[in-house]
Nanobody
Framework: QVQLMESGGGLVQAGGSLRLSCAAS????????MGWYRQAPGKHRELVAG???????VYADSVKGRFSVSRDNAKNTVYLEMNSLEPEDKAVYYC???????????????WGQGTQVTVSS
């Protein structure tokens, strides 16, 4: 059974930073690409960042230069370092396990429960 457990969300002022973590179980973590998505109220869920098994990464244009995705295969954990946060980054952030091809991330239908990120202006 695939389980993804996000943590690290919270309330931060604009310009601040947060580090999200996602602990995975029930998968061969080192063999899976991983992704971070977010969903703001009234909006579709969107890809924020993805990371391949080899450490290649892809980012949404809106977060390039501010967010960084990384993974620790020994801990079965993927991270999302978020800097220079903006009010527009407010959303529920979800972890996902998926696939990687041609420099793109493709999600599988396994999601964590999400962690709320709120950015005050």
């Amino acid at each position: 059974q695939v389980q993804l457990m996000e943590s690290g969300g919270g309330l931060v002022q604009a310009g601040g930073s947060l580090r999200l973590s996602c602990a995975a179980s029930g998968i061969v973590f080192s063999a899976k690409a991983m992704g971070w998505y977010r969903q703001a109220p009234g909006k579709h869920r969107e890809l924020v960042a993805g990371i391949s098994t080899g450490g290649s990464s892809v980012y949404a244009d809106s977060v390039k230069g501010r967010f960084s995705v990384s993974r620790d295969n020994a801990k079965n954990t993927v991270y999302l370092e978020m800097n220079s946060l903006e009010p527009e980054d407010k959303a529920v952030y979800y972890c996902n396990t998926g696939a990687w091809a041609s420099g793109r991330y493709f999600p599988n239908p396994y999601w964590g429960q999400g962690t709320q990120v709120t950015v005050s202006s």
